[in-house]
């Protein structure tokens, strides 16, 4: 197949068509100082100038809250409705760290139990990802196996050729269909800048060894090194939402007398209640307890569970952090401890 | 049923019992007769129970497999949901998501076995399951004993039951109340049981572990305390068997909330030997 | 810097304190909170223009709050939660060991180039509560009985009513309830935060547009009064809403109506903590 480029200019155009179509776009957008990864509205300000959006594509697949079911109260009873899941999604702009995370995303929701939700819109969604031209310290994804130019879990990779625009690297049956459909927004040629591309596997070294990282968590529940690792961490939930990975929820009502509906919204281990029994009881009461369960969730129990660990080493969480913990710091002094790298 | 996993079957409820001021059981059945007739469970699993308006709880299913077209719930009032349960009436609707979990080994590791059967206070509930399992397929076991005890009278569930246990003679049941327990003002007229806490009624009590399957259940230092008393009778660790409670929300292993470890108590759980649980981490 | 350090080994090896919470480098431009308990950790103390953090935020926390004396650096804005703390019983005067830092400024960690806006208005530039002050005194740039005036404030104010709405509906839809701005917050110590409470559900814990505005309204009303303009909310905010903008806009009310302003005063409750009989009463209409 003939090479296929996309511009800036054709991109947003691009982006803003699909989502005149009633299809949910999302997308990298400037707001207030930072990137995200939104929904795109007509009024969107579509930009591509940031190394990495401070959110990931996760709410694309994974709303903060999202109905599951509905029901009408009456004298004669309860009526209720199913939802379903009819809107495609496309998702542009995130990196290979994000895309890595559908298939581990995919693991959880289709654990014995298919949720619809996740795995219906996965399904139907069309992923287009932006390989990394930049890392920061933060960013530790060959640690995990993963590449600045991965194409795991992607359907159309895009690598920056000029400062305008991309060439096109379709990945799958679905990335084909997609450059076929939106062909008119594809151009077969673009001046190519050479200083790109700027960033490869070998300028992201790896830092530790993921396996001496695990059999030390195994080992160490009660080890005094998780206070010190946790001891700036005061509880709040911001790097498990800023997470690819990450996927706990809550299930709640929200009704009037007549008529409610049941959502189910992102909730974080890390938050001070989030165990807490009907008797008050509490198993994880402090914060570095709490610190503990999102490492050892995922270095350990996700590879027990699925033999994948659930991270992809984006490092959002470390910069997301206000009070500055990092987990490739805290995954580093694990190893250290374990006498390994 | 639909393919939402989180859809609820609407349940009907066909009787109310008060068991203590903030203990009530529901005897729940399927509005769809289809529903009723494909529903299965086993021992030991649990559901989670929905006041529409309020949200959703998690209780076991107190009732025994071997009954068909009910299941029968027992919970105590603390919050939300539990509140608005206990407002409801016979006839209101119940959503019901379920059955979850493992189940305990009976045909595997109970058939032929002498069966013990410990609890306290409202942890007869899933233990009561697993009795009047065994005592409807009664002549696969061979002694079953029951060691029951509550703070107080007042706080002692399934009372009926209890005086049907106690009566029938393929049952060795000792009911015990704390010291003090049984004064007039929690409605005790009189107390023919035991007068202590239940892991040393449980010593006294005569029960050896040969050939012997025990199954515990209640509050978490009751159990602490009972584990040892047991070993010390003769009852292997690996036919010691209890239940895990953590908080849950979605009960099919997505939402993150109820693991120790790596051991997912609505996936893994909630049923255990006590030699598993000796090596989970101390966070449940 | 050698100061603090020299200091900080003293408290620790006389076991003054048992706990020692300040700042150490990341890097030449950034800097984290850090726990001591040994003495040959007190090399580790740094202070500079990149200590933005309010590490008071952390007395309130459960293991700190066990340790018997705790010894904070901290500079004019978190001394004055420090004060606020003490004031609402939070933790006993004695407790705390202040190792008061002079302050001539922070750089804002949005734009390091510049000097956070807080410190453009800072009255405490030289500890106004300490057992030890450490730097060198310097030059005030405003007076304590000047009032707290933020220009951010007075060029908000010029917008209509329908717009500032407008804007705040719009900026608290972003919210994702990460709690990021509580958690950071040193005077947010509830044992049970309102929004954790579900019986009733006063707050919709969903990060809709609805839950959004009730939660950030909630929690900047049960701020007023007792905001000492740190900043730490707005900083530490993934989404970047400007949290310090509604605070400021209220910390100038509570001056205007009360004449009071936060975190100065050991004597002084804030003013919607308390109640004289001879309160105003002129918003009863």
Not at chain 1, 54 to 82: C, M, T
Not at chain 2, 194 to 219: H, R, T, Y
Not at chain 3, 244 to 255: A, D, F, P, W, Y
Request: charged residues 25%; glycine residues 6%; proline residues 4%.
């Amino acid at each position: 197949m003939a090479d296929l480029f996309l511009t800036h200019d054709k991109a947003k155009e691009l982006l803003k068509h699909i989502a005149s179509q009633g299809i949910e776009v999302f997308g990298p957008v400037k707001k207030d100082g930072s990137h995200l990864i939104e929904k795109i509205k007509d009024q969107s300000e579509i930009d591509f100038s940031y190394f990495i959006t401070a959110n990931s594509i996760k709410e694309a697949l994974f709303p903060r809250y999202e109905k599951i079911l509905s029901y009408k109260i009456s004298q004669e009873g309860i009526e209720v409705e199913d939802v379903s899941i009819d809107k495609s999604v496309v998702i542009f702009g995130g990196h290979p760290c994000d895309a890595a995370s559908i298939p581990l995303m995919e693991k959880i929701f289709g654990w014995d139990y298919k949720d619809k939700f996740f795995l219906e819109r996965r399904e139907k969604a069309v992923i287009l990802t932006l390989a990394c031209e930049e890392a920061d310290k933060d960013c530790f994804c060959t640690s995990l196996g993963y590449s600045p130019r991965g194409e795991i879990g992607s359907d159309i990779l895009l690598e920056r050729v000029s400062d305008q625009g991309w060439k096109l690297k379709l990945l799958s049956e679905k990335g084909k269909e997609f450059a076929k459909k939106y062909e008119t927004y594809f151009q077969s040629t673009l001046e190519v800048d050479k200083k790109y591309p700027k960033l490869s596997d070998k300028d992201i070294p790896v830092q530790f060894d993921a396996k001496i990282v695990k059999s030390w968590i195994d080992t160490h529940f009660e080890d005094p090194l998780w206070e010190k690792i946790a001891s700036n961490c005061w509880s709040c939930a911001a790097c498990t939402y800023v997470c690819p990975t990450c996927h706990c929820f809550d299930i709640t009502d929200d009704a009037t007398m007549w008529s409610g509906m049941r959502t189910k919204n992102w909730d974080a281990c890390t938050l001070p209640y989030f165990t807490l029994h009907a008797s008050q009881h509490n198993p994880r009461e402090q914060h570095f307890q709490r610190y503990r369960q999102r490492i050892n969730h995922k270095y350990s129990i996700y590879v027990n569970l699925f033999n994948a660990i659930s991270c992809t080493g984006c490092g959002r969480c470390s910069r997301a952090c206000g009070a500055k913990v990092n987990i490739l710091e805290a995954v580093k002094m694990i190893a250290s401890a374990a006498g390994g790298k | 049923m639909s393919d939402n996993v989180y859809m609820p079957y609407l349940m009907k409820i066909s009787d109310i019992r008060d068991e203590t001021p903030d203990t009530r059981t529901y005897r729940l059945e399927f509005t769809r007769p289809e529903d009723a007739e494909k529903f299965d469970f086993k021992a030991g699993q649990f559901g989670l129970y929905s006041a529409f308006g309020g949200g959703e709880s998690t209780f076991c299913v107190a009732s025994p497999p071997t009954r068909k077209g009910y299941i029968e719930c027992t919970f105590r009032v603390m919050g939300r949901v539990t509140t608005q349960l206990r407002d409801m009436n016979i006839g209101d609707i119940v959503g019901f998501r379920g059955p979850y979990g493992n189940s305990f080994p009976i045909e595997e590791k109970f058939y032929g076995k002498n069966i013990t059967f410990i609890a306290g206070g409202i942890g007869l509930a899933p233990v009561r399951c697993v009795i009047w399992n065994i005592l409807d397929l009664r002549d696969k076991f061979k002694d079953v004993n029951i060691v029951y005890g509550a703070r107080t009278f007042q706080d002692l569930v399934y009372k009926d039951e209890i005086k049907e246990w106690e009566d029938r003679k393929d049952v060795n049941l000792v009911k015990t109340l704390d010291p003090g327990g049984d004064k007039a003002e929690y409605g005790c007229s009189g107390w023919n049981g035991k007068m202590g806490f239940v892991p040393a009624v449980l010593k006294e009590s005569g029960i050896k572990g040969d050939n012997g399957v025990a199954v515990v259940c209640g509050p978490p230092i009751m159990i602490k305390l009972t584990l040892p008393v047991l070993k010390e009778l003769g009852f292997a660790e690996e036919n010691t068997f209890t239940t895990l409670e953590n908080k849950m929300k979605c009960g099919i292993g997505k939402c993150g909330r109820c693991n120790v470890g790596s051991f997912y108590v609505c996936k893994h759980g909630p049923v255990l030997s006590a030699a598993e649980l000796a090596q989970l981490p101390d966070e449940y | 810097m050698e100061n603090l350090q020299k200091k900080a080994k003293e408290l620790l090896s006389n076991k003054e304190v048992d706990l020692i919470i300040g700042y150490t480098s990341i890097s030449e431009q950034e800097t984290k909170p850090v726990f001591i308990k040994e003495a040959d950790e007190a090399s580790k103390l740094v202070f500079n223009a990149f200590c933005f953090n309010n590490l008071a935020t952390y007395l309130t926390r459960k293991d700190v709050k066990a340790v018997k004396k705790i010894g904070i650096v901290a500079k004019g804005c978190d001394i004055r939660a420090i004060v606020n703390l003490i004031v609402e019983n939070q933790i006993p005067r004695e407790k705390v060991y202040i190792l008061g830092m002079s302050c001539p400024g922070v750089k804002d960690p949005k734009n390091p180039s510049e000097i956070n806006s807080k410190c453009r208005v800072c009255k405490v530039q030289n500890p106004h509560l300490a057992d030890v002050i450490i730097g060198e005194k310097v030059a005030e740039s405003n007076k304590m009985d000047q009032k707290v005036h933020h220009s951010d404030v007075e060029e908000f104010n010029k917008k209509t009513r329908e717009e500032k709405w407008q804007f705040w509906t719009e900026q608290f839809s972003k919210c994702i309830r990460c709690y990021a701005c509580r958690q950071a917050c040193p005077m947010c110590y509830c044992n049970r935060c309102i929004v954790d409470l579900n019986t009733p559900q006063w707050i919709d814990t969903r990060s809709n547009p609805k839950g959004g505005l009730a939660w950030n309204l909630v929690r900047a009303y049960h701020l007023s009064g007792r905001c000492i303009d740190c900043g730490e909310c707005e900083r530490v905010c993934p989404v970047n809403i400007p949290l310090m903008l509604l605070n400021r806009t209220l910390q100038e009310e509570v001056q205007r109506s009360f004449d009071f302003e936060a975190g100065y005063d050991l004597e002084a409750s804030a003013p919607l903590t308390v109640f004289e009989k001879d309160d105003q009463e002129n918003f009863i209409r």
